[in-house]
């Protein structure tokens, strides 16, 4: 096949990129359509005679080519660069003026460690194409970090700023180049300017999370790390990313963990709340509670005081603390306007309990379980889930509540949810409960849960719901989140409690508690 154009305006309209200089040597233009009408790994022959541009092209050899090229490329993504390089050497040595092809094999060679002999190559290309990107990126990454040479470096990087100066790629490349040779300043503006092209780019995100934390601002690496996870998703290019991204957070927060004392994050709340309340709130470690931590409220327990109890094993006991705090916040709110509710679970409700789990019984009987040790076993079952369909709907407004107002809490909280987190995926996964458990109580458990997970994902980007194989229970708990949402934007006090009757409901736990007006 052969193209004919002539040097004039309609060319132009053609190829709005060309300039000046190009028209005015034929050498340059025909360097500019030879790259424009390449393909892959085939470049076209180009001659320009009296005005008329010539562009020949052998279709036979585009398609063999091309193959070639993408073969290679797959196995130069899966490794096998010895394999990769023999595809190509053959067509570089027929003399070929294809940069893309010698950039390959350039690369693979610095992948293999030659770096001089991929820098021979990548020279090579940039003859055939001094405007080709990825060379130019390449060989400043070779300068900077095979060479320690910055200096020489940023004469590719400048040239691909040149040409490309919103390429969000090649920032955020260059970026992470002058990182890690200790340019951290410099580094973290090439980061920021990749995010003014592509905001929230993910790897930008990472970058600037690094340097933050080899710089000791703790809180700005987890904010980043944060952005970057919730960036990342689902997508599959940035599944590399999940693994350091999840490994930074945990560090960052941890480190940042050390900085704060726990009575420094909740003691305004504290003051707040005893002011509103007109009582005195106790806050005391306890060993003696079923949960991470509990709230005793005054009225309920005939007492003074309120009480907010912890497990001081628990390393992120500010978050603990703040969380019932703000759970006897919703309490006063609803109260203001008489719609608190109390949540009852007394003989009836157990009986009631207890005639659903006939066959559970049988089951433990059979594997030797004695009457009493199957009585304990299912009066824990009875409070635990009530616990859970209780707590679950209310904690998701208490954590957005933390997270929204008190942003100095995050890394903590986002530490406490991910090891309670962690132990609901345990207990989900536990195999004793899906033979013991009655059916009922393991499916509202584990959708539970899934709740949970879900706002842990939506504040911290963090996505530990595949870490449960339950697919028909995870669609199930994306209903019961679904009206969490509906009503968070302007939900009412006390309206809490509308969900918490809502799920019991669909999870087929009503009759095992009672919702009463506290008035």
Not at 66 to 86: F, P
Not at 167 to 196: C, D, H
Not at 402 to 413: F, G, H
Request: negative net charge; aromatic residues 10%; glycine residues 6%.
């Amino acid at each position: 096949m052969q193209i004919n154009l002539k040097k004039d305006a309609f060319l132009g309209q053609l190829f709005p990129g060309l300039k000046d200089d190009d028209w005015q040597d034929d050498s340059r233009l025909a360097q500019y359509l030879r790259n424009a009408y390449s393909r892959g790994g085939y470049t076209p022959e180009v001659k320009i005679e009296d005005e008329i541009v010539q562009i020949s092209l052998d279709e036979q050899k585009v398609t063999k080519v091309n193959k070639v090229y993408q073969d290679a490329l797959k196995l130069a993504a899966k490794g096998s660069y010895d394999r990769a390089k023999a595809l190509i050497k053959p067509l570089l040595d027929e003399g070929t003026q294809n940069a893309e092809l010698f950039r390959v094999y350039g690369q693979c060679l610095a992948e293999e460690g030659d770096k001089e002999g991929a820098m021979n190559y990548l020279i090579d290309a940039l003859k055939w194409d001094p405007n080709h990107t990825e060379s130019l990126i390449v060989m400043g990454n070779l300068y900077a970090e095979g060479k320690g040479d910055l200096e020489t470096a940023q004469v590719f990087f400048d040239k691909v700023m040149e040409l490309e100066p919103d390429n969000y790629l090649a920032l955020n490349n260059i970026g992470g180049v002058l990182s890690k040779s200790g340019q951290l300043e410099q580094g973290a503006v090439f980061f920021k300017r990749a995010l003014e092209a592509e905001p929230n780019f993910p790897f930008a995100l990472y970058g600037l999370a690094l340097t933050s934390f080899k710089t000791a601002d703790y809180a700005e690496c987890f904010d980043y790390c944060c952005r970057a996870m919730s960036s990342a998703g689902n997508n599959d290019q940035f599944r590399t990313l999940i693994r350091p991204l999840r490994g930074l957070m945990i560090e960052a927060a941890s480190y940042y963990a050390e900085t704060v004392t726990a009575e420094e994050l909740y003691h305004s709340l504290h003051q707040e709340l005893e002011n509103a309340t007109g009582r005195l709130i106790e806050i005391e470690p306890s060993d003696n509670i079923p949960t991470a931590a509990k709230l005793e409220v005054a009225e309920y327990k005939k007492r003074d005081v309120h009480r907010v109890l912890y497990k001081p094993e628990y390393s992120a006991v500010a978050h603990l603390i703040m969380h019932e705090l703000i759970h006897l916040e919703l309490i006063i709110e609803a109260r203001a306007i008489d719609e608190n509710q109390l949540f009852l679970a007394q003989n009836k409700e157990v009986q009631f309990f207890r005639s659903r789990t006939g066959a559970a019984q049988k089951r433990l009987a059979k594997a030797g379980f004695d009457e009493s040790r199957i009585d304990g076993f299912l009066d824990m079952l009875f409070h635990g889930i009530n616990s859970q369909i209780y707590n679950a709907p209310i904690d998701l407004f208490i954590e957005q509540r933390l997270y929204e107002r008190y942003p100095a809490l995050r890394p903590i909280q986002f530490l406490s949810l991910l090891k309670l987190n962690q132990e609901a995926v345990e207990g989900a996964n536990t195999e004793s409960a899906k033979v013991y458990s009655p059916r009922f109580v393991r499916d509202a458990n584990i959708t539970l849960s899934f709740t949970q997970l879900f706002l842990f994902r939506d504040l911290f980007g963090l996505d530990m719901t595949g870490e449960i194989k339950e697919p028909r229970l995870y669609k199930k708990a994306e209903k019961l989140y679904a009206d969490y949402l509906n009503m968070r934007a302007d939900k009412e006090p006390g309206e809490e409690y509308d969900l918490v009757r809502w799920w019991g409901e669909d999870l087929e736990l009503e009759g095992m508690y009672r919702l009463v007006g506290e008035s």
